[in-house]
C-alpha cells in the first residue's frame, strides 16, 4: 500500500503543481517524465477528461518519481477510484459534506477548493487547514489572501486558476501560500507535438521558483 502524504509537506515539495488534463492516454506517461525530469514532481491529473483515471494508472505504474494526485474531484465515489488507480492525494474544486466523507473514508488526503472566507472558516472546522484557494484570480488573488493571513494564519494555501509563469512568483511571495497550481506547463500545442523537451524546460524554471520556509 502506498504510504499517503503529509498535505503541507506534499505542498512544499513542488512549488508550482501542474493542472493536467489528458486527452490522450498515449501523451500521458512521457508527459509526466517530462515534467518529472524538470523538477516538478507532484502532479493533479485532473478527471475533466475520459483519460483521467486510466492516465493516472499509467503514471503510477511507470513513472516512479512522480507523487500523484487526482484532481477535479467533485462526487464521492470518484475517490476510491483514483486511490485505487494510484493516486495519493486529492484536489476538489470545492467542499462539501459528502466530499470530507468520502476522504475520510477512502483515506486519500484532500486539498479542498475555497473562495471565501466563510469557506475557509468551514474547511478549517472540518480539520483541513490546507486548501486550494480556486478561482484564485477571480477569488481576489493576492489581495485576499494577503487579507485572511491575519484572522485565519493558521492556513495555509494552493492558490489555483489563472495564475501564470509572470505572476507565480508573486503569489508565492505570500506568506500563506506554500505552492501554486497553474497550467501553463503543460500548453497544449507543445504536447500535440510532442515537444517533451519544452515541457521539461517550463518545469525546470517553475521549479526555480522554490520559496524558503
Known amino acids: 500500500m502506498k504510504l499517503m502524504p503529509d498535505m503541507l ?3 512544499r515539495t513542488s512549488p508550482v503543481i501542474p493542472v493536467i ?10 508527459l509526466a517524465k517530462a515534467l518529472v525530469a524538470g523538477g516538478i514532481r507532484v502532479l493533479e491529473v485532473t478527471l475533466r477528461t475520459a483519460h483521467g483515471l486510466p492516465s493516472i494508472r499509467a503514471i ?3 513513472v516512479p518519481g512522480a507523487i500523484l494526485g487526482v484532481g477535479t474531484l467533485t462526487d464521492p465515489d470518484e475517490f476510491v477510484a483514483a486511490r485505487d488507480a494510484g493516486a495519493v492525494f486529492g484536489v476538489s474544486p470545492g ?3 459528502a466530499l470530507i466523507e468520502a476522504a475520510i473514508s477512502s483515506g486519500l488526503p484532500l486539498l479542498p477548493g475555497v473562495m471565501t472566507p466563510s469557506e475557509v472558516m468551514r474547511a478549517r472546522e472540518a480539520g483541513f487547514r490546507q486548501l486550494k484557494l480556486f478561482p484564485a484570480v477571480q477569488a481576489g488573488g493576492i489581495g485576499m489572501l494577503n487579507a485572511i493571513a491575519g484572522p485565519l494564519a493558521d492556513v495555509t494555501f494552493c492558490p489555483t486558476g489563472g495564475i501564470t509563469e509572470t505572476t507565480a512568483a508573486q ?4 506568506k500563506n ?7 501553463w506547463l503543460t ?4 504536447i500535440l507535438a510532442g515537444d517533451w523537451a519544452r515541457i521539461t524546460a517550463l518545469a525546470t524554471t517553475a521549479s526555480a521558483l522554490r520559496k524558503t520556509f
Open 187 to 190: 500548453p497544449k500545442d507543445a
Open 9 to 11: 509537506e506534499l505542498m
Open 171 to 174: 503569489f508565492l511571495a505570500c
Open 95 to 97: 467542499l462539501t459534506a
Open 60 to 62: 503510477a505504474e511507470q
Open 21 to 30: 488534463a489528458i486527452d490522450d492516454i498515449n501523451h500521458a506517461v512521457p
Open 177 to 183: 501560500v506554500a505552492c501554486v497550481g497553474g497550467s
